[in-house]
Each structure stands twice: as structure tokens, then as C-alpha cells.
């Protein structure tokens, strides 16, 4: 049997693309397992832990096979899912540049140790992300996205990032932050200014001799991901 996959995610950049690709070929082998004798259908809950345990963490595995925006916690070999209510009204512009940043790369830019200060400040700053998700404020939004222990250290490794930030909240972004650990930057914004904003960051990018720099408009998928069969 041959396959042929093909995805728009780019990779190692942030976006979850590995994580993607492995609740993709989860449901793919779920569905094939169906048609055999004697094998035992995988729930959702038990995809989502064998999902993890390839991808080492559950964070994108979990938006991959849910949809929507979601937190995970592992508990032993299970994970425990929520979902974040999201205003239709919240964008998300992305913008990546020829750079890559691998996972190791991004890991090793991380402090062995930090602050508390920053660690609590990080914390307290969730609730507010929450809420500005769920009421499509945008004050609160830009309070949700300060980072305090990650983005700084990550920044440096992207070349015009930090203009590309900059940029972001100069077309009307509410905030902007790395996607994941980079290269790929994103921001939130209204609906009506998400081109530019894309446009901005990926100019940014370019003027920092990302000439291959690439931005997007994106929407949340709400829907779970599903395997059809075409005959």
C-alpha cells in the first residue's frame, strides 16, 4: 500500500506541524484497524496519550486531535483535555521566515533556571490570555500575551523577529509572541487589520534579509479532525 501526505503546516517553525503529522497518521491507522479482524477500536483519550508519548508533550497533539483551542495535563499515561472558548471575533496572523529553529536549538536557549518572579508573573498572566480568548477583549489580550520565560531568550534566534513583533502591534495587532518556540511568529488581532498585520511581520522579516519570508491569515478549526474515505 502506498501513501501520499501532504501538508501546508511548515516545518520547524513553531506551528505544530510534527504534531499534526502524528495525530494524522494515528487517525489514518485508527481507521485502517477498523477493517481488520479481532482489533480493538482506540478511543479518542487513549489516541491522545499514545499522541503524546510520540511527541514528548502533549501541547499540539492535543489542538491537532481536538480542535479548537485546548490545554492538556498529563496524569501518569493519560492526559486530561479542556477546551478554551475562543471569540469569533480574535485572528490570528502568522508570519515565519526562512530560519529555522529546531526544537533542540529552541530548548537549549532556555535558562536552566529563573526567577520567580518571572515564573509567578507568568502565572498570574493566563487568566487574563483566557478571558481576552473567550470575550475577544483586546486589552486583555495584550495584558495574556507578555512572556516572561521563554520569549526573550528564543527571540534572539530569529533574525528580525523582534522587529517583526514590533510591527505586529504597529498595524493594529492587540499583542504578538512567538508561535511555540519559532521560528514562526503570531499575533492577535481583529479581523479587519489581520492582512496587514500578516503583511507587516513578513516585511519586517524580509527587511532583515528573510527575503523568503511567508505571512498567512488563519482561523481556528473548531471541528475535530476526521478520515474520509473517497472512492
Not at 501541547?59 to 495535563?73: E, I, K, P, R, V
Not at 475577544?136 to 527571540?155: E, F, I, Y
Request: contains cysteine.
Amino acid at each position: 500500500m502506498d501513501f501520499a501526505c501532504e501538508s501546508q503546516i511548515p516545518i520547524a517553525r513553531g506551528l505544530g506541524s510534527s504534531g499534526a503529522a502524528i495525530v494524522a497518521g494515528l487517525l489514518l491507522a485508527r481507521a485502517l484497524a477498523r477493517h481488520l479482524p479481532g482489533s480493538e477500536d482506540a478511543d479518542t483519550p487513549t489516541l491522545a496519550g499514545w499522541a503524546a508519548e510520540l511527541e514528548g508533550h502533549p501541547d499540539n497533539t492535543t489542538a491537532s486531535l481536538h480542535g479548537g483551542c485546548t490545554m492538556a495535563l498529563p496524569l501518569g499515561r493519560s492526559i486530561k483535555t479542556i477546551s478554551a472558548p475562543v471569540h469569533s471575533s480574535v485572528c490570528f496572523a502568522v508570519s515565519w521566515p526562512a530560519t529555522t529553529v529546531t526544537t533542540s536549538a529552541a530548548r537549549a536557549a532556555l535558562p536552566a533556571q529563573v526567577p520567580l518572579e518571572d515564573a509567578v508573573e507568568n502565572a498570574r498572566r493566563l487568566p487574563f490570555l483566557l478571558e481576552g480568548l473567550r470575550t475577544g477583549d483586546g486589552a486583555l489580550l495584550a495584558v495574556g500575551l507578555a512572556d516572561r520565560l521563554h520569549v526573550q531568550h528564543r527571540l534572539p534566534l530569529i533574525p528580525g523577529g523582534e522587529a517583526a513583533l514590533t510591527a505586529a502591534t504597529a498595524a493594529g495587532a492587540y499583542g504578538a509572541t512567538l508561535s511555540g518556540s519559532g521560528s514562526a511568529l503570531i499575533a492577535l488581532c481583529p479581523g479587519a487589520c489581520a492582512p496587514a498585520v500578516a503583511e507587516a511581520m513578513t516585511s519586517a522579516l524580509r527587511s532583515d534579509g528573510q527575503q523568503t519570508a511567508s505571512g498567512r491569515v488563519l482561523q481556528l478549526v473548531e471541528a475535530a479532525p476526521r478520515v474520509e474515505a473517497i472512492s
